[in-house]
């Protein structure tokens, strides 16, 4: 593969930009050849390490969102695609699949296996750091079949969706009587959501409208039967449609998916700093403080702080423009990443699948040696080099608009350096000068530029091709 250079980064904090970099150059060995098992750049996305190699859809889903960002050194759609041709006649889409024979890999617990629907919220992403209109056009009947498949195996008369607790991915956590998951049915309204998105992309009114009415339907059941007034909280039903008790992380997927109103919304955020139930040390435990299940050591999901759960609720703040919250939890996993790798008794570390929740280190589970993977890269880049672009940094980019919105909550020396937009190298990067503040920018072609300091100023200007620079003061 004739490499091309990664978008490098700048920040205050050297050991932020090292782990940046770290990722990129560790990725390379996690690409593997699903006939020979043999690293190749050309190959599907899998965590290497294992007996039998694995594509797992939801961490395939996950990758594409740091993927993206890799100067196309890596394309973020492979292991989509692989998942796609493996789509059968009734629509079904299985969340594993045997990485060599190719064949599904379902158990008694998930006979169906079903995973969380979220292809077509990659599927938006991807088109706004990729703008390949023709892409969304062409997957865009196997999403509707795949949706088609869920609707007609696992919606229930109450509007809701019934499925495995395993299938939403957390294995060991406390749900066991959850009938109706709330991050699986919130997933669907997220798909449902991001359907519509790309409807609209197509210009395909019906398409749009018929996905809309379905995610509004959806909206409206989990809002009056998951939620708890008392708690604050969005919770899983058993067979009956009684809430459980448990405050699981999987209850703050509604805020990615716009479900909750704002006084909803602050409940949901207030428990991110409450320390009894979900403001620990490394935000955010799998599972709240307050349950008797949780474990301090994170015992898988009793407790445990997985990077892609993590993505979700940061992603999910930004959606209520909590972008204070969202940058500061991101900067404090992080930290703790960093702790992971570079342990301060001076022993070896590692990236780990995750981590305990009050204090540094990999997470612990009794009796599983295996458990937290190392070196998992897959799931570890949305805090490497996700939420480093998009939430410590503050980027967030679509190549269609032609925009690149710059949200800076307090003035550092930071920013991006020949990150590849379409044939297009951008550079964005603010420095202290004998003036004051200033942004310096580089580009080949027009985009538009916003920028949002402090809450307090907010412009949008038309950067010009070539080198500018610009005094913030000035704005």
Not at 287 to 315: A, H, Q, T
Not at 381 to 409: F, Q, Y
Request: charged share 25%; proline share 6%; glycine share 6%.
């Amino acid at each position: 593969m004739s490499k091309k250079d990664f978008p490098k980064i700048h920040f205050y904090d050297q050991d932020f930009v090292d782990i940046y970099d770290k990722t990129w150059n560790w990725l390379s060995d996690s690409w593997i050849d699903p006939k020979t098992g043999e690293i190749s750049p050309d190959g599907i996305f899998v965590h290497p390490n294992e007996a039998q190699l694995v594509i797992n859809q939801a961490e395939s889903i996950f990758s594409t969102f740091f993927l993206v960002y890799s100067n196309k050194n890596y394309t973020a759609e492979t292991n989509l695609d692989f998942l796609y041709k493996k789509q059968e006649a009734n629509g079904a889409i299985r969340w594993k699949y045997d990485l060599k024979t190719g064949a599904p890999i379902v158990d008694s617990e998930n006979p169906e296996g079903i995973g969380l629907p979220l292809f077509a919220w990659a599927e938006f992403n991807l088109y706004h750091k990729l703008a390949n209109k023709r892409r969304v056009k062409e997957i865009m009947p196997v999403l509707q079949n795949y949706m088609n498949w869920i609707d007609e195996n696992f919606k229930k008369e109450n509007g809701l969706y019934s499925v495995p607790a395993k299938a939403c991915g957390m294995e060991n956590s406390p749900r066991p009587n959850a009938v109706y998951p709330v991050d699986f049915n919130t997933c669907m309204a997220l798909n449902a959501l991001n359907m519509s998105s790309l409807g609209d992309i197509l210009n395909d009114k019906e398409l749009s409208f018929q996905y809309k009415r379905m995610y509004f339907s959806l909206k409206t059941r989990i809002n009056s039967l998951l939620w708890n007034a008392e708690t604050g909280f969005y919770h899983d039903l058993d067979a009956d449609g009684n809430q459980l008790p448990q405050k699981t992380i999987a209850g703050f997927w509604p805020l990615l998916a716009e479900i909750p109103n704002a006084d909803k919304a602050d409940c949901l955020v207030a428990h991110i700093s409450n320390p009894n139930t979900f403001g620990t040390e490394h935000p955010f435990p799998s599972l709240s403080v307050d349950s008797p299940e949780f474990s301090e050591n994170g015992e898988g999901y009793r407790g445990s702080v997985y990077p892609e759960l993590n993505f979700m609720v940061i992603k999910g703040l930004e959606k209520y423009q909590r972008y204070d919250v969202a940058r500061e939890c991101a900067i404090r996993h992080l930290y703790f990443i960093l702790e992971g790798l570079q342990p301060a008794d001076g022993s070896k570390g590692d990236l780990y699948e995750a981590y305990l929740p009050c204090k540094e280190g990999p997470a612990i589970k009794s009796g599983d040696e295996n458990f937290p993977r190392k070196h998992c890269m897959i799931t570890i880049g949305l805090s490497t080099i996700a939420l480093m672009i998009e939430n410590v940094i503050g980027l967030s980019i679509s190549l269609p608009r032609k925009t690149v919105d710059w949200i800076i909550p307090n003035l550092e020396i930071m920013g991006i350096e020949k990150l590849s937009l379409k044939r297009n190298l951008i550079t964005i990067l603010s420095h202290k000068t004998p003036r004051g503040w200033g942004i310096q920018m580089e580009s080949e072609k027009l985009y538009y530029f916003t920028i949002n300091i402090l809450d307090q100023k907010k412009k949008t200007l038309p950067i010009p091709s070539g080198k500018c620079s610009m005094l913030i003061d000035k704005l």
